[in-house]
């Protein structure tokens, strides 16, 4: 084993699990990371598997060598998606998640035992990387079997890569990731599971498969809130952007959602037609489109993709909240991307990166280029929902490193189609302005949404909850609640708007909704309307409506504003969709129902439950201009 090791403060297990295996990979570039994807320079597919006790040899992911990177194919449609209910801990540290000892009836620390002994008897790599980003981010390693070189790669470019030679003297870490996927069959009847386990000084995750998404990204996005708990901060589960205008006008939105919520819609383009034409919506009824005009779209300028970091150090006195970039690397969904010309953007920049990726759920032909809109078929024959690029944020044009000022906090909801006759919660216009009090219940409930692609998941709304990222959150509900009202009062400049994505009322819309927003907030230069622009909403929820708007000389349709205006919807229908919303909202908020609320926080909450209008919520925290 490498002596140098014995210089990074590894805890003593560590060291004797390194010491016992059979031999450490250490890469020290991300051209020696790309090498372990594929086991040797002569593979252009290379099987991932394991022999399983009691079982035998599994395969469980194919890796195949393309011009453009790396190319991962799991066995199992499963494996394809993150599983929301994966997430258990193992300490005795608060939580109001699932503990491992309350599920299986029995501690931990025997899997754990069992982890470490099948870690010694492999080929291991072992990666220093930072959870958080290279600037503020936090000493964290991954010790994962070395034919999971894909894995590895992955992580590296999305948490931030450490060359080993530069961190040797000063390295402290506080997370360490154990990757053993045969246990996935062996102790968890083939599930997705990943375990946290916070000790003192080192946050432990145990990643029982392959799919990095809950452990890789979220799970490393559960080490940062659990920090945040403890010190008093946030990681927003969001995208932002700086938007510029034709005028040159600059805002800057951050947008938060439950998973397929929009966020990296939010950092793309406009999707527009052939002759240039904006479907803005298309009535699921009667099959009709409606169109508009954009002669000249916002110039964007990324920020972050899906972690935001609000750290105290970048904050400042503008009374706005300041975030940065809490990955290296983007996790970008391309399942909007079905044909050539559906985003010229990314699809050059993933045709001819320039370096390899790391792509996921795509097809893939050896030494041949693989294609973003070629999704890989599930056993129903039907494209995976969920294909996936990690792409190093260094390779996005115009991408913003610096902390920005957020002047506009948007946040997305997935919405069916409402009808009287089928009602549903997609009774929201296309976009609503909420006072500061109803931003803050909406990321308490964070509905997860209509047919989500990115999670396994059943038809009906449910909860991410708060923030959107309480799936990923280890500690207690309340704590992550009081946090994110101290951010909203504490950034009193920064207003609040509420964007449906999928449909409005009857209409079907996809992510339409969210980019008109972007340009017509960008063009006023922030969310600020004139009174006689506002409406209060039917459903006191939604905030207040648009009376009209107007983009580029166009007026948008009231039936877009207000969907009780649309015949197919109307006055019965919106009421039954806005008790849907309101039921939903009584069943979540229950769950805030402690004493260890924030005070501020129990009188919006009694308020909703008592009915409150628009104005009552604008009472407790005014909008400021």
Same mark, same amino acid.
């Given at each position: ?42 593979? *252009? ?134 990757? &053993? ?102 009535? *699921? ?51 909007? !991307? ?9 699809? &050059?920049?993933? *045709? ?86 109803? &931003?803050? /219940? ?98 006191? /929820? ?57 005070? /501020?926080?129990?009188?919006? !909450? ?6 409150? *209008? ?12």
């Amino acid at each position: 084993m490498q002596e140098y090791l014995y210089r990074m403060n590894l805890p003593e297990y560590v060291m004797e699990i390194l010491e016992s295996s059979k031999g450490v990979i250490v890469p020290k570039t991300r051209t020696e990371l790309f090498k372990l994807t594929m086991g040797n320079d002569t593979n *252009t597919v290379f099987d991932v598997s394991y022999e399983v006790e009691g079982i035998g040899n599994v395969l469980e992911a194919t890796v195949t060598k393309c011009k453009n990177g790396a190319v991962v194919n799991y066995v199992d449609d499963y494996m394809r998606r993150r599983d929301p209910d994966c997430l258990l801990v193992a300490d005795q540290k608060e939580t109001d998640k699932p503990r491992y000892e309350d599920v299986y009836n029995k501690s931990f620390e025997s899997v754990r035992t069992e982890t470490f002994e099948w870690l010694k008897k492999q080929e291991l790599i072992f990666l220093p990387f930072k959870s958080g980003g290279l600037e503020y981010g936090y000493d964290s390693v991954l010790i994962a079997p070395s034919n999971a070189g894909f894995f590895a790669a992955g992580l590296a470019d999305l948490q931030g890569f450490l060359n080993i030679d530069e961190v040797l003297d000063h390295f402290n870490p506080r997370a360490i990731i154990f990757l &053993a996927p045969p246990f996935r069959h062996t102790h968890f009847e083939g599930k997705q599971i990943v375990i946290h386990n916070r000790l003192e000084a080192i946050h432990e995750v145990y990643a029982y498969n392959l799919y990095p998404g809950p452990s890789a990204k979220k799970g490393i996005y559960g080490v940062l809130l659990n920090i945040g708990e403890e010190e008093g901060w946030v990681t927003a589960h969001a995208s932002t952007v700086k938007v510029i205008t034709p005028y040159d006008n600059e805002v800057v939105i951050m947008h938060e959602g439950a998973s397929g919520g929009g966020k990296s819609e939010m950092i793309e383009a406009i999707h527009k037609e052939m002759d240039g034409r904006i479907v803005l919506g298309k009535n *699921t009824v009667t099959g009709e489109k409606n169109y508009i005009v954009l002669n000249e779209a916002c110039e964007l300028l990324p920020v972050t993709d899906d972690m935001a970091l609000c750290h105290p150090a970048i904050q400042n006195e503008s009374e706005k909240l300041v975030v940065k970039d809490a990955e290296s690397a983007w996790f970008l969904r391309l399942d909007n !991307i079905t044909r050539y010309g559906s985003s010229p953007n990314y699809e &050059a920049i993933l *045709t001819q990166p320039l370096e390899p990726l790391i792509f996921l759920n795509l097809q893939a032909v050896p030494n041949a280029t693989c294609l973003a809109w070629e999704h890989t078929l599930d056993s129903d024959g039907k494209p995976c929902p969920n294909p996936r690029v990690i792409l190093p944020r260094r390779l996005v044009t115009n991408a913003i490193d610096l902390p920005v000022e957020v002047d506009v906090r948007s946040f997305g909801v997935r919405t069916p189609a409402c009808t009287k006759e089928n009602p549903s919660y997609g009774i929201m216009g296309i976009f609503h302005v909420l006072p500061p009090a109803l &931003a803050w /219940l909406w990321r308490l409930v964070a509905p997860r949404g209509f047919n989500n692609p990115s999670i396994i998941d059943t038809a009906e709304m449910t909860s991410e909850g708060v923030g959107s990222y309480w799936p990923f959150a280890t500690g207690k509900r309340v704590k992550q609640a009081n946090l994110l009202l101290e951010q909203i009062v504490n950034s009193s400049k920064t207003r609040y708007v509420l964007i449906p994505n999928q449909h409005i009322g009857a209409y079907e819309v996809s992510f339409m909704p969210q980019w008109v927003a972007r340009e017509c907030i960008a063009r006023r230069g922030s969310a600020k309307f004139k009174p006689e622009h506002l409406v209060e909403a039917r459903c006191s /929820l939604l905030g207040f409506g648009l009376e009209s708007l107007k983009i580029d000389g166009q007026y948008i349709r009231k039936a877009f504003l207000q969907t009780e205006m649309q015949k197919e919807v109307g006055i019965e229908g919106y009421d039954a969709g806005a008790k849907i919303l309101i039921d939903f909202f009584a069943g979540e908020l229950k769950k805030y129902d402690t004493d260890s609320l924030n005070p /501020l926080g129990r009188q919006i !909450i009694e308020m909703f439950f008592k009915g409150a *209008t628009v104005e009552d919520y604008m009472d407790l925290i005014p909008m400021r201009y």
